[in-house]
């Protein structure tokens, strides 16, 4: 994040949008640098941190190994953990120095010629949209917005997690985020809203619209004013 390079802000509690940083410094590192007064006001309103989603892992090493492993635990896509490469800079950089400060001196020149602002694909925007959407925190605030406790009503993991998907278009990645995932973070969030009256929400195996399968009793989607599907999701009777 570098100067007026336009980029994509997290969804969290409210829909994303595109924002112009004004850091002037941006650093990749394999550590957060520590400071004497890092907790200080002046420090800290001048810091942005942004964590890397992605790990390096020798598996020779049993710390590597541990963390690969706790990687998975939390379900992360295995795209997300990579082989680390203990030779890249002999490999790739040495004997290749005048290429590197080749591209960074014309990238610095095509920059300050171009008024300053760099262009960024459409496409390429599209595809961090998609990498970089929190799946769990949009589980929460579907959860949240778009359900609602009913009684005797019941709705399918599947209608579920179509209308997850339809909630946030374009953002939802169903080769990482499929619908197993997906009901577990569901299952996670429902359990989590048990003392506000969530509790007789539960999972079974039943018929729900004509179709077997898992579903939800006592839930239902609340009708979007934006988008009438024009679906009736089935009730006890059904």
Not at 46 to 59: C, G, H, M, Q, T
Not at 196 to 214: L, P
Request: proline share 3%.
């Amino acid at each position: 994040l570098v100067s007026g390079e336009k980029t994509k802000s997290k969804t969290m509690y409210k829909r994303e949008t595109d924002v112009e940083p004004r850091m002037k410094i941006s650093m990749y590192v394999n550590s957060v640098p520590k400071f004497a007064n890092s907790s200080a006001f002046c420090t800290a309103r001048r810091n942005a941190y942004f964590p890397l989603r992605k790990i390096f892992v020798d598996e020779n090493l049993e710390a590597d190994r541990r963390e690969a492993e706790g990687y998975r635990a939390t379900q992360m896509p295995e795209c997300l953990i990579g082989k680390k490469d203990r030779l890249f800079f002999e490999k790739h950089v040495v004997g290749h120095e005048a290429s590197f400060l080749r591209f960074w001196v014309d990238g610095a020149v095509r920059y300050y010629r171009d008024g300053q602002r760099m262009h960024i694909p459409t496409s390429l925007h599209e595809q961090m949209s998609r990498q970089f959407f929190d799946a769990e925190s949009a589980v929460d605030e579907f959860v949240d917005e778009r359900l609602k406790v009913q009684t005797g009503g019941k709705v399918s993991v599947k209608d579920l997690y179509n209308e997850f998907v339809r909630t946030f278009p374009d953002k939802v990645d169903v080769v990482t985020f499929d619908i197993i995932k997906f009901g577990t973070e569901l299952k996670r969030r429902i359990e989590a809203k048990a003392s506000a009256g969530w509790d007789v929400v539960k999972k079974r195996n039943g018929v729900c619209r004509g179709e077997k399968g898992m579903m939800w009793v006592n839930l239902a989607i609340k009708v979007s004013k934006q988008t009438q599907m024009g679906i009736t999701f089935s009730d006890a009777s059904s």
